[in-house]
């Protein structure tokens, strides 16, 4: 008696061009595709924000954020140096709670004129008063990341955080008689031996009311 084996057809998942493209940039890093999906970060508190402005939480108001999938608003704007990878909108490759503020990916391996950095330029939301700027990122690599951070008028710092770092800050004191924008530049400064490799995801300025 002859039987019938039925064999089940099986069909290969394929890669969305999002996802090829990460595994390129997974590989060029020497990481895994899994270490380059990320959540979306969480801003600081109200109480945190009062702290480094020194005032109440209550007087801490937002007013102005940055980010890949909105760059610019008015004459406030975001500029980038040297990123391997920029995505606007909702990165739909990620992990769960994905970022909606789309994603801007660097690493102190891949550059030619410029070291990685992140620029933002804009006016005062209320003259007179200490601004905030918080730029938010995700560490890819484990290790001791170094930014210089260049306020502009001002005078720059160079920091050094670890990998679990979700933001860095920079308080704006406004200079007297100046009224022209102002800027601050988040510059990775670790040597290309390093390879260390991380994602921005926006820019938020808040301001003491």
Same mark, same amino acid.
């Given at each position: 008696?002859?039987?019938?084996?039925?064999?089940?057809? &099986?069909?290969?998942?394929?890669?969305?061009?999002?996802?090829?493209?990460?595994?390129?940039?997974?590989?060029?890093?020497?990481? &895994?595709?899994?270490?380059?999906?990320?959540?979306? &970060?969480?801003?600081? +508190?109200?109480?945190?924000?009062?702290?480094?402005?020194?005032?109440?939480?209550?007087?801490?108001? +937002?007013?102005?954020?940055?980010?890949? $999938? !909105?760059?610019?608003?008015?004459?406030?704007?975001?500029?980038?140096?040297? %990123?391997?990878?920029?995505?606007?909108?909702? !990165?739909?490759?990620?992990?769960?709670?994905? %970022?909606? &503020?789309?994603?801007?990916?660097?690493?102190?391996?891949?550059?030619?004129?410029?070291? %990685?950095?992140?620029?933002?330029?804009?006016?005062?939301?209320?003259?007179?008063?200490? #601004?905030?700027?918080?730029?938010?990122?995700?560490? =890819?690599?484990?290790?001791?990341?170094?930014?210089? =951070?260049?306020?502009?008028?001002?005078? #720059?710092?160079?920091?050094?955080?670890?990998? $679990?770092?979700?933001?860095?800050?920079?308080?704006?004191?406004? #200079? %007297?008689?100046? $009224?022209?924008?102002? $800027?601050?530049?988040?510059?990775?400064?670790?040597?290309?031996?390093?390879?260390?490799?991380?994602?921005? #995801?926006?820019?938020?300025?808040?301001?003491?009311?």
């Amino acid at each position: 008696m002859a039987t019938t084996v039925r064999t089940r057809s &099986t069909t290969a998942r394929r890669s969305t061009p999002e996802q090829e493209r990460l595994t390129k940039v997974a590989r060029a890093l020497g990481v &895994t595709p899994r270490a380059l999906q990320v959540s979306e &970060t969480p801003e600081l +508190t109200a109480t945190t924000r009062g702290k480094l402005l020194g005032v109440p939480p209550r007087l801490v108001s +937002t007013g102005l954020t940055l980010s890949p $999938s !909105v760059p610019r608003k008015g004459d406030d704007a975001l500029e980038f140096f040297s %990123p391997m990878m920029v995505q606007a909108g909702e !990165v739909s490759w990620s992990s769960a709670g994905k %970022p909606k &503020t789309g994603l801007a990916l660097f690493s102190s391996k891949y550059w030619q004129i410029t070291q %990685p950095t992140v620029q933002v330029e804009f006016g005062l939301i209320e003259p007179g008063k200490k #601004h905030l700027v918080e730029l938010y990122l995700t560490c =890819v690599q484990s290790g001791t990341y170094q930014f210089r =951070v260049v306020p502009s008028p001002g005078s #720059h710092k160079d920091i050094s955080v670890g990998s $679990s770092t979700k933001v860095l800050t920079e308080v704006i004191d406004p #200079h %007297p008689g100046y $009224s022209g924008s102002y $800027s601050v530049t988040f510059m990775q400064t670790n040597p290309k031996s390093q390879a260390l490799s991380w994602y921005f #995801h926006k820019v938020v300025v808040t301001v003491a009311g």
